[in-house]
């Protein structure tokens, strides 16, 4: 009951941090709205000094509510799953996906201004499905079902698809992602594997056909019969 109580903890935990990063977005976009501001210069422009602001700032700008409300749910799954399933780790893992989708955009992208979430979102989906493959645990395993069943189309959309879509900050962002989990896959402790008590039993007292099935192969040596009293 206590190690299900501290699994509940860290899941409330996760879905917290990750919470209040959402209500960051979602603050940054009502100021927009209210101050009739354009934002959109914080995003990054590739190539151009002054759009070296954008590897920090453009993760936090959308360009319509639309847009933010699309992001958030990827946000808030994908960022919840990693924080949970890799508390040592989570933070690295974000650093990287963030400073390292941006500087792909910036060094390769097209001439355009390039902001918004979605770089962050589909390098946490690629972190999460390739470190559950070098894992190879349950719960690696699971968390990587339920992204792959929520958000299984980013696998495509690291490809040029509309125009006006930044695929090239899906495609560093999933860059950042594999590479995340190449380093930093071993970070984090394994889940311990339950056992039950019947397991440790079975391996301490062997069957007695498994004995019996033995002897042949071991026939008895005179000092093993029986002698007359």
Known sequence: MAQSGRRDERLQQSMLAIGLFLALLWAIKGIEWVSGADLSVLGVRPGQPDGLWGILFG??????????????????VLGTALFYGYPNSRWKVVA??????GIG??????PST????????????????LVSLLRRDKRSIALMMIAFFLFGGMIYSVFPREPGISYESHFAGAVAGIAA???WWRNDPMPPVKRYDWEGEA????DDDDVIGDLWQHPPTDSDKPRDS
């Open 114 to 129: 390039h902001y918004g979430a979605s770089g962050v979102t589909h390098g946490l989906f690629f972190f999460l499905f």
């Open 181 to 183: 989990a190449l380093l």
């Open 203 to 206: 391996e301490a007292e062997p």
């Open 96 to 101: 990287l996906i963030w400073i390292g989708s």
């Open 59 to 76: 993760p936090l700008i959308h360009g319509s509510v639309t847009h933010l409300a699309a992001n958030s749910v990827g946000v808030l």
């Open 105 to 110: 955009v910036w060094l390769f992208a097209r």
